[in-house]
């Protein structure tokens, strides 16, 4: 799919937008499928979509070695300005990324919830895709509660 929404023809307009646009088809989507499917089944539907993709991204820049993969990872993060990655823990059981400058919510007023279900999604798919066996992601801080930053916890079961 990546491929298929990379080709952009837009020679006067180019390949752009800004955050505002970015945001208003993010939240009113994330609404929208609120009023439908309920809270947590509107989350999962963002947080598995956010997963296909990290799914996805990881085979365009994956390496064996997982420094080099981390450091590819923080890069396209940048890149791509969903934000700037920042490692705090790396563990065999746990690793917890923050996200300062979020795309979905940095700057934003404290609406009193975490709502970046998506990038937990995307985190997890990431981590996924290298380890090769399922784990479960949260969204620990969210700069849309008030908590100044996103953070994403990663539990991984070496059982």
């Known amino acids: 799919m990546i491929d298929e929404i990379s080709q952009?023809?837009?020679p006067k307009l180019g390949s752009e937008i800004p955050i505002i646009i970015f945001r208003a088809f993010r939240h009113f989507s994330a609404n929208y499928a609120n009023d439908l499917l309920g809270e947590r089944g509107a989350n999962l539907v963002f947080q598995n979509a956010g997963k296909d993709l990290g799914k996805e991204v990881s085979k365009l820049i994956f390496d064996q070695n997982i420094e080099k993969y981390l450091s590819n990872i923080i890069?396209?993060?940048?890149?791509?300005?969903?934000?700037?990655?920042?490692?705090?823990?790396?563990?065999?059981?746990?690793?917890?990324?923050?996200?300062?400058?979020?795309?979905?919510?940095?700057?934003?007023?404290?609406?009193?919830?975490?709502?970046?279900?998506f990038e937990v999604g995307f985190a997890q798919g990431l981590v996924e895709a290298y380890l090769n066996k399922k784990i479960k992601a949260h969204e620990s801080k969210c700069g849309a509660n008030g908590e100044g930053i996103c953070e994403v916890t990663l539990e991984i079961n070496n059982a």
């Open 8 to 10: 952009v023809h837009r």
């Open 75 to 117: 890069n396209f993060v940048k890149d791509e300005k969903i934000g700037i990655l920042i490692p705090v823990e790396l563990s065999e059981n746990r690793i917890i990324l923050q996200l300062d400058e979020c795309i979905t919510c940095a700057g934003m007023s404290n609406i009193g919830k975490r709502i970046c279900h």
